[in-house]
T-cell receptor, first 114, second 113 residues
Framework: DQQVKQNSPSLSVQEGRISILNCDYT??????FLWYKKYPAEGPTFLIS?????DKNEDGRFTVFLNKSAKHLSLHIVPSQPGDSAVYFC?????????????FGTGTRLQVTL | DTAVSQTPKYLVTQMGNDKSIKCEQN?????MYWYKQDSKKFLKIMFS???????INETVPNRFSPKSPDKAHLNLHINSLELGDSAVYFC????????????FGPGTRLLVL
């Protein structure tokens, strides 16, 4: 049973436009949500995160929005650049004492075209 | 000055063999993890250690045995390798219990023939 879902396996966006990547979750115990970017043959790289008590977090061109009632979050990239082409994973954190684990979605492949 | 490093990067071996993957982090983090990314690209946690103590053990076959000689190292030993073990294995680390971000290594691509 997948607790974190990314329903769009791929997305193509023109350079300069906005990229919107979506993520849905089912577990109300998640307290943090993170976005990772992954290039082929490399490990996931942390991009941006948001606490479950907030609804927006912004870092440069990247903004994450959280709608807790809908159990939905999205990553906005504005403006999109060719170097943003990668697979983006949504992840959610659940903590029990010192034990903290991330549950990942299956990823969305973003292609930014010229 | 790689933050989280793994060796080897690629591993090709025969079914039934035993192999180990090593992970080291120089971030001074307390907690380390092993994840498996299968053929469907699904990234799933296997184990977590905090200061050399096992704190998370997902439902992983006991052919997989993690070992943490110190808090900067977390190794993964796999006995009697099976075809289904073919995957990319990622090591990750996290700072204190209050920090949510995990930092990943480059991955070890394991192919069992």
């Amino acid at each position: 049973d997948q607790q974190v879902k990314q329903n769009s396996p791929s997305l193509s966006v023109q350079e300069g436009r906005i990229s919107i990547l979506n993520c849905d979750y089912t577990n109300s115990m998640f307290d943090y949500f993170l976005w990772y970017k992954k290039y082929p043959a490399e490990g996931p790289t942390f991009l941006i995160s948001i606490s479950s008590i907030k609804d927006k977090n912004e870092d440069g061109r990247f903004t994450v929005f959280l709608n807790k009632s809908a159990k939905h979050l999205s990553l906005h990239i504005v403006p999109s650049q060719p170097g943003d082409s990668a697979v983006y994973f949504c992840a959610a954190r659940e903590s029990t004492g010192t034990a903290s684990k991330l549950t990942f979605g299956t990823g969305t492949r973003l292609q930014v075209t010229l | 000055d790689t933050a989280v490093s793994q060796t080897p990067k690629y591993l090709v071996t025969q079914m039934g063999n035993d192999k180990s993957i090593k992970c080291e982090q120089n971030l001074g983090h307390d907690t380390m993890y092993w994840y498996k990314q299968d053929s469907k690209k699904f990234l799933k946690i296997m184990f977590s250690y905090n200061n050399k103590e096992l704190i998370i053990n997902e439902t992983v076959p006991n052919r997989f045995s993690p070992k943490s000689p110190d808090k900067a190292h977390l190794n993964l030993h796999i006995n009697s390798l099976e075809l289904g073990d073919s995957a990319v294995y990622f090591c990750a680390s996290r700072g204190t219990v209050y920090q949510e971000t995990q930092y990943f290594g480059p991955g070890t691509r394991l192919l069992v023939l």
